[in-house]
């Protein structure tokens, strides 16, 4: 005899179904206010955020539309200055990409460090993946800067770092870096400011100064 499907389990079942929306949503609006924290500390202007997110996309896409998959490049915007990293197969190409990428509206300035050789693995890119986890995680750890002020790219196993900052923040984030296990060299494409310029200063007490004139 077929025996009929147990209601407790069926309602078990709804229970799960339902938490793993529920879990979806929390997950969403912890994003979102992951969003808006980040907005908050950042040092750049609202519309420089928003250029830069721009940027990124227009680049990447005019890049890819003129070499496919004969390159590997990743382009990283931020307050309008780029920083292009990756591989090509020659220095015209090379030469190609800088001048898209600097052709791009909003673009203020372009570090090119494209590698002239084979694009590298995707263990490789893996490895870059975690070796950025792992400084921002050491950036949080050390406790010594506001890790939020401070944008990390890695690759080849090479960490480049990015902010507005002033040179006691990039000194302490070097260093942090430089100390991490699989880092092959840090490169600096930071922004510098002293810490009683308006930018540099908390948002809270540069909004007060800015009443107060």
Aim: one cysteine or more; charged letters at 25%.
């Amino acid at each position: 005899m077929k025996k009929n499907r147990s209601p407790s389990r069926a309602f078990a079942l709804c229970l799960a179904l339902g938490a793993l929306s529920l879990q979806g949503c929390i997950e969403m609006a912890v994003v979102g206010a992951g969003a808006a924290a980040l907005s908050h500390f950042d040092r750049r202007a609202t519309g420089a955020q928003i250029d830069d997110e721009g940027i990124e996309l227009r680049a990447t896409n005019r890049v890819s539309e003129r070499f496919g998959d004969k390159v590997h490049v990743n382009i990283t915007s931020y307050n309008r200055s780029v920083l292009v990293t990756g591989e090509v197969p020659n220095e015209q190409a090379k030469t190609e990409i800088e001048k898209i990428i600097t052709a791009t509206p909003h673009v203020r300035s372009v570090t090119n460090d494209l590698q002239v050789a084979a694009g590298t693995a995707l263990s490789s890119r893996a490895i870059d993946a975690t070796i950025t986890g792992k400084v921002k995680a050491r950036f949080l750890d050390a406790n010594r800067f506001n890790p939020l002020l401070v944008k990390v790219v890695t690759e080849n196993a090479v960490v480049y770092l990015m902010g507005i900052v002033t040179e006691s923040e990039a000194n302490q984030a070097v260093e942090v870096a430089r100390t991490t296990g699989g880092v092959r060299k840090v490169v600096k494409v930071f922004e510098y400011c002293k810490p009683t310029d308006s930018i540099c200063l908390p948002r809270e007490k540069a909004s007060a100064g800015d009443a107060k004139k």
